[in-house]
């Protein structure tokens, strides 16, 4: 159980770094099944396995960039404190709507699912081999 924890928190970091390396990026588009399926693949094969000083990215790092989610929905309503001794009972007037509004109509559009690149054969060399 240790090591599924342990992956979990290493895979997070790296999104996390993967998302601190282009500005403005919301670290919530960065997908885990990406990550987890890219790792998995490196290990598998034993390719691609990062440089230790210049590479903070690497392979799973560009493979996240590359099918970032889109951004989450903005709120429709505020969230509501269930306990009625909490300070927070009261909520302000701000427009949004009290209640859950239903839902009269629906539009869903089918996109194709985008192909990823292979993953490469031998670990990427950036100088002369050792």
């Known amino acids: ?5 342990t992956l979990y928190q290493l895979l997070r970091t790296v999104m996390v770094d993967a998302a601190e390396s282009r500005p403005g990026t919301d670290p919530d588009r960065c997908g885990f099944s990406i990550a987890l399926r890219t790792a998995r693949d490196l290990v598998v094969q034993a390719a691609g396995l990062p440089d230790r000083g210049t590479n903070l990215v690497g ?3 560009r493979r996240i960039l590359a099918h970032l989610l889109p951004s989450r ?3 429709v309503s505020t969230r509501k404190v269930k306990s009625p001794i909490s300070r927070y009972n009261e909520r302000r007037d701000d427009g949004r709507p009290d209640r859950s509004q239903p839902v009269t ?3 869903i559009t089918v996109l194709a699912a985008p192909t ?3 993953l ?3 670990p990427e060399t950036t100088g002369s081999p050792h």
Not at 1 to 5: C, F, Q
Request: net charge positive; glycine share 4%; proline share 20%.
């Open 1 to 5: 159980m240790w090591s599924v924890l």
């Open 116 to 118: 990823e690149p292979p």
């Open 105 to 107: 109509a629906l539009t």
């Open 59 to 61: 392979v799973i790092g």
């Open 73 to 75: 929905r903005p709120r």
């Open 120 to 122: 490469p054969w031998r």
